[in-house]
């Protein structure tokens, strides 16, 4: 059974950045398709971004450039490193987990992988 459990959320004024940490257990799960997603209140969730077995890359439009995700799998941590924050980007922050792909590219991902942490929330005000 995998295990995710995210840190590093928190309050900031629109402009400063935050820098979110996961950490997996066991160790293998670093070599699937793991992202960050995130669910507003009164919204539903989405997908910010992956990364997968082999470093590739993909994210939301509306944060592509402000955003970037990076694994150390000799760490078993997930980041993601939020830059530019806007109020629109206040939300819960859950990491996720594959358990069989080591892609990222099908567009499946986008509605959820197999493995959650319970989140860290981050607000933004203007």
């Known amino acids: 059974q995998v295990q995710l459990v995210e840190s590093g959320g928190g309050s900031v004024q629109a402009g400063g950045s935050l820098r979110l940490s996961c950490a997996a257990s066991?160790?293998?799960?670093?070599?699937?398709?793991m992202g960050w997603f995130r669910q507003a209140p009164g919204k539903e969730r989405e997908g910010v971004t992956f990364?997968?077995?082999?470093?590739?890359?993909r994210y939301l439009d509306s944060v592509k450039g402000r955003f970037t995700v990076s694994k150390d799998s000799a760490k078993s941590t997930l980041y993601l490193q939020l830059n530019n924050l806007k109020p629109e980007d206040s939300a819960l922050y859950y990491c996720?987990?594959?358990?069989?792909?080591?892609?990222?590219?099908?567009?499946?991902?986008?509605?959820?992988?197999?493995?959650w942490g319970k989140g860290t929330l981050v607000t933004v005000s203007s």
């Open positions: 990364i997968d077995g082999d470093d590739a890359t």
């Open positions: 996720s987990a594959d358990a069989s792909s080591t892609s990222c590219s099908a567009d499946w991902v986008w509605g959820g992988l197999d493995y």
């Open positions: 066991p160790h293998t799960s670093m070599r699937y398709c």
